[in-house]
């Protein structure tokens, strides 16, 4: 009986953590006006309008340079101007196309590296809205001292205002929320381990 309790309670704030999650993302768009930032970042994914959002914003100078992440292999840089529908212009000077990253700690990484050899600080983070919440997990895992500045953009397939009528998009709420969570605990996880000053301070005195 204990565990059927035990089992009913954490079903339960699982359910309260999905909805609370679900609301974030549907609240998150329209996205407000980001701050001036040194980078512009777009995570790719099945929809084009988040690289039309990061253009404009690099349009609008909101960023000094764009980075593409996680570009198709096959696609060259015409077929990547053609989506993004920027200037000419603008898009040979200010627009790079990362072809490393094949999913969402991959993006991380090779934003990282990206703001790191241009000496980026602050990076405006364009995804769709239910990526985001995931992604700057991931971003700030990886550049945890960076200012990074969220700017969501609608998924239309999604649904997302009344994602809990249809059974596709529910499901999709679900595992998204599920990759969240796995997130959160593995971040939880490496917490609890030694910091890196504590490990330094370790291996000093062993050399001592």
Known sequence: M?????????VMIWAVGLLAFATRVVHSTPAAEPPVA????????????????????LEEGKGKRLLVSGVNRQ????DILDVTKAGK???DCCVDLGFMAADTVGNAQET????????????????????????????R?????????PYPVL??????????RRSG???????????????????????????DDEKAGATAGAKA
């Not at 204990?2 to 954490?10: D, M, P, Q, T, Y």
Request: net charge neutral; aromatic share 8%; proline share 4%.
């Open 141 to 149: 895992a990886a550049m945890p001292d960076a200012t990074l500045t």
């Open 2 to 10: 204990k565990s059927l309790s035990a089992l009913v309670i954490v």
């Open 169 to 195: 998009s529910a499901r999709f709420m679900v595992l998204e929320y599920c990759k969240y969570l796995a997130i959160l605990g593995r971040e939880a996880l490496l917490g609890l381990g030694p910091k």
């Open 112 to 139: 990282a590296e990206w703001a790191r050899t241009k000496g980026y600080d602050s990076l405006i983070i364009v995804t769709a809205d239910f990526h985001m919440p995931r992604a700057m997990l991931e971003l």
């Open 75 to 78: 696609a060259s840089r015409a």
């Open 89 to 91: 212009g603008v898009y």
């Open 38 to 57: 040194d980078g512009i970042v777009a995570l790719t994914g099945a929809s084009v309008i988040r690289l039309e959002a990061a253009t404009n914003l």
């Open 155 to 164: 998924t239309e397939t999604l649904d997302t205002p009344t994602w809990w």
